[in-house]
């Protein structure tokens, strides 16, 4: 190859070598140029959202609330922040509580393990009164008066026994059967549970046992109480 073809050579090399240069350079200009447009249009938002903070933490303390956020600057040095917990909320209302259904559906329980023969006396219904009260403590008296005033209608005490034997003299017939007792309203089932608690106390058991009726022999016969029953 000649002198002069060689240097033509060399010429060419040089131009496309400062062609790729010179793209180059362009391209990488431009990502440049874009990547700044990006971080200033970052630091425009961050302004935004530091002079939103700022308002909005001004306005919480003209209105007498603490904020709970940081202030701008801080979240700028230190950009981890975990929000603290608010206060809690009011409470909501009470639940409905048990219906005269499941009262009586609760004293319906009770009987089925304290069976009555006759018409209950006032020891086996107050021991029904304290142990559905235990369970339920946040029932309230007039509720459970009238569930079990409903339960003993719909499930009245058996007849009770039969008549005593006629006068001396010529033996008489035996008397009839007497007619079922009329099962007690709530106002009656009040005052019998209020008369025996006043005279014994509401019984309160512990755990494990739950209030019952008992009929203790004492020198003066049999009494009926309400005691605590062991259930476990």
Do not use: K
């Given at each position: 190859m000649s002198r002069k073809a060689k240097r033509r050579?060399?010429?060419?090399?040089?131009?496309?070598?400062?062609?790729?240069?010179?793209?180059?350079?362009?391209?990488?200009?431009?990502?440049?140029?874009?990547?700044?447009?990006?971080?200033?249009?970052?630091?425009?938002?961050?302004?935004?959202?530091e002079q939103a903070l700022g308002d909005e933490q001004?306005?919480?303390?003209?209105?007498?609330?603490?904020?709970?956020?940081?202030?701008?600057?801080?979240?700028?040095?230190?950009?981890?922040?975990?929000?603290?917990?608010?206060?809690?909320?009011?409470?909501?209302?009470?639940?409905?509580?048990?219906?005269?259904?499941?009262?009586?559906?609760?004293?319906?329980?009770?009987?089925?393990?304290?069976?009555?023969?006759?018409?209950?006396?006032?020891?086996?219904?107050?021991?029904?009164?304290?142990?559905?009260?235990?369970?339920?403590?946040?029932?309230?008296?007039?509720?459970?008066?009238a569930a079990m005033a409903a339960y003993l209608t719909e499930h009245p005490p058996a007849p009770g026994p039969a008549g005593a034997d006629g006068q001396d003299g010529a033996d008489g017939q035996d008397g009839a059967q007497g007619d079922p007792g009329r099962p007690p309203t709530a106002e009656e089932i009040r005052a019998q549970i209020e008369a025996y608690i006043a005279e014994h106390g509401l019984p309160m058991c512990p755990e494990g046992s739950s209030p019952g009726p008992l009929t203790p022999l004492t020198t003066d016969g049999p009494v009926e109480i309400v005691g605590c029953i062991v259930t476990e």
């Open positions: 050579l060399g010429d060419v090399i040089v131009a496309v070598i400062s062609a790729v240069l010179a793209i180059g350079i362009t391209l990488t200009a431009h990502r440049v140029g874009e990547q700044a447009q990006q971080l200033d249009e970052q630091s425009e938002q961050l302004d935004a959202l001004s306005n919480a303390e003209d209105h007498g609330i603490e904020p709970v956020a940081p202030p701008p600057e801080e979240l700028l040095e230190d950009p981890e922040y975990s929000p603290s917990p608010g206060p809690s909320g009011p409470s909501g209302p009470p639940g409905p509580g048990l219906s005269a259904a499941e009262i009586e559906a609760a004293f319906a329980d009770y009987f089925a393990e304290h069976p009555y023969e006759f018409e209950p006396s006032a020891a086996e219904l107050t021991a029904a009164f304290a142990s559905v009260l235990a369970d339920h403590p946040d029932l309230l008296y007039d509720q459970l008066y």
